[in-house]
C-alpha cells in the first residue's frame, strides 16, 4: 500500500521562530489524527530545519525535508549544503528539482540525478519534481517533456533505489498564472508518471510509487484531487503556510 503524502513548502518565507510556530499549530490540529500509510512533511528554509527537527522530534510519519540539496559532498562551494550537513541537522527528505530551481537556478536532468543520488546516500527521501510550462502545455508536448525529466534524473537508479524515491508533478502552467488544472488533467499525468516508472521498474514499484500533485492545491481542492486513483497527496505551496488551511489539506487524505 502506497502512502499519502502531504508535503508543504515553505519556499523563501518564515524565520526559524515564525517556522516553529507554524509547525507547533499544525501538530497541535492532527495530534489525534490517525497516520498510517500517511505523512505529514514540513519544507523549510535551511535555516529552520534543526528547529523544526527538535519540534517534531520522534513523532511518527512527520518529516522535516529540505528544499534543495547540494550536488556535491563537500568542499570549496560556498552556499551550497550537503545532503551529509541536512541529515545531520534532521532532514528526512528533500525537494528536489523544484520548477524554480529548474527555471531560476539552471538546474538541469543530470544535476538532479546527482542530486538524488546524495539524497539516497544519505537516507534522506528525494521528493522528485516535474512538470510542463504553458506552453508545452498547448502545444501538447508535455508527455515528452515530463517523460524526459523522469528519465534522466530518475531512470539510472536502481530498483531498490528507486521504491525509496517520491515524485511530485507540478503543472508549472497553473501556478500563479490564473489557468487551472482539473483533477482529470492532473490524474492523466500522474497515471502517465506511474505508467513510466512500471515500464522500466516494474508494475510492484510502481503501484507503491506515491505521486503528489504540486500545482496550487488547497482546501476547496485537495480532497477532489486526492481522491483521484493515482493522486497519492500534494506538495503544497501557499496554503502550506497557513496553519488551518494546511491542516484542511491533512485531513483531506
Not at 17 to 39: C, F, I, P, R, T
Not at 99 to 120: C, H, I, M, P, W
Request: net charge negative; aromatic share 6%; charged share 20%.
Amino acid at each position: 500500500m502506497r502512502n499519502k503524502i502531504v508535503a508543504g513548502n515553505w519556499k523563501m518565507n518564515t524565520t526559524p521562530v515564525e517556522g516553529v510556530a507554524l509547525v507547533s499549530e499544525v501538530l497541535d490540529a492532527v495530534k489525534d489524527m490517525e497516520l498510517n500509510h500517511k505523512k505529514v512533511v514540513f519544507g523549510v528554509p535551511a535555516v529552520s530545519i534543526t528547529s523544526v527537527a527538535s519540534i517534531i522530534g520522534d513523532i511518527a510519519n512527520v518529516h522535516v525535508a529540505s528544499q534543495n540539496i547540494s550536488s556535491y559532498d563537500s568542499g570549496a562551494y560556498t552556499g551550497e549544503i550537503s545532503a551529509t550537513m541536512l541529515e545531520a541537522s534532521g532532514a528526512t527528505m528533500a525537494i528536489i528539482g523544484h520548477s524554480e530551481r529548474r527555471e531560476y537556478f539552471g538546474e538541469s536532468n543530470q544535476v538532479l540525478a546527482t542530486k538524488v543520488d546524495k539524497a539516497l546516500g544519505r537516507r534522506i527521501t528525494p521528493i522528485y519534481c516535474c512538470g510542463e510550462v504553458l506552453e508545452e502545455r498547448k502545444n501538447n508536448t508535455f508527455q515528452t517533456v515530463i517523460k524526459t525529466q523522469v528519465e534522466e534524473g530518475l531512470f539510472h537508479l536502481s530498483m531498490e533505489e528507486m521504491a525509496k524515491v517520491v515524485i511530485a508533478y507540478e503543472p508549472v502552467w497553473a501556478i500563479g498564472t490564473g489557468e487551472t488544472a482539473s483533477p482529470e488533467q492532473a490524474q492523466e499525468v500522474h497515471a502517465f508518471i506511474r505508467s513510466l516508472v512500471s515500464a522500466k521498474y516494474g508494475n510492484e514499484v510502481a503501484d507503491n510509487l506515491s505521486i503528489l500533485y504540486g500545482g496550487s492545491m488547497k482546501p476547496s481542492n485537495a480532497s477532489e484531487l486526492i481522491s483521484m486513483v493515482d493522486i497519492d497527496g500534494g506538495l503544497v505551496g501557499g496554503a502550506s503556510l497557513n496553519a488551518s488551511d494546511f491542516v484542511e489539506i491533512i485531513k483531506a487524505m
